[in-house]
């Protein structure tokens, strides 16, 4: 090649120098910091879990459990949550017991036997929610009552996000009855 040949050539593109130590590092430390904030934004925003505005009425009476379902995992749910916790808040008129159960492959309207709608029910801290299941209440007085259960708040864990959200209905108002003096 002749010195007019390389005249006539046109000038390569510059590259980037990855050569000084500092650029290399300020690079590096970028990546990393965009992956952690791309990993703490996906696992702090789960995908919300399904609510309604219903209201369920249930009636019981004094000394016999009660099993009110508030949340159901439809058969198309697609995910699987492991629980830590059901939360649950409820105003009363008098002591009364509220206990949070998951329901295995069933669901629960209002019932004294949920022993024909459940496979098992289960204390849920620790176990997987998943099509099929749902979060039932079960409450229990000693004496004469009126409650309201707000909506549950199921604290959980999917993959490598976590969250605490509101599910399944907006509330329950429980009435529990006296016994007859005849019973």
Do not use: N
């Not at 120098?17 to 650029?23: A, D, E, F, N, V």
Request: hydrophobic share 40%.
């Amino acid at each position: 090649m002749t010195d007019r040949d390389r005249a006539l050539r046109k000038p390569p593109l510059p590259r980037i120098s990855l050569q000084s130590r500092g650029r290399r590092i300020v690079i590096a430390v970028a990546a990393v910091l965009l992956l952690v904030g791309w990993l703490v934004w996906y696992a702090m925003t789960p995908e919300k879990s399904p609510t309604s505005d219903k209201t369920i009425s249930a009636s019981g009476v004094v000394g016999t459990p009660l099993y009110v379902g508030m949340f159901a995992a439809s058969d198309d749910f697609g995910r699987t949550l492991r629980i830590s916790g059901v939360k649950v808040h409820a105003r009363t008129s008098s002591d009364l017991r509220v206990t949070p159960l998951l329901c295995r492959r069933g669901t629960v309207g209002v019932t004294t036997q949920p022993d024909q709608f459940c496979a098992d029910l289960l204390d849920p801290q620790g176990q997987r929610l998943v099509a099929g299941d749902s979060i039932v209440l079960k409450v229990e007085s000693d004496e004469p009552a009126v409650a309201v259960i707000d909506q549950i708040q199921i604290a959980y864990r999917e993959d490598i996000r976590w969250d605490t959200q509101p599910a399944g209905a907006d509330k329950a108002i429980v009435t529990i009855a006296g016994r007859d003096a005849a019973e």
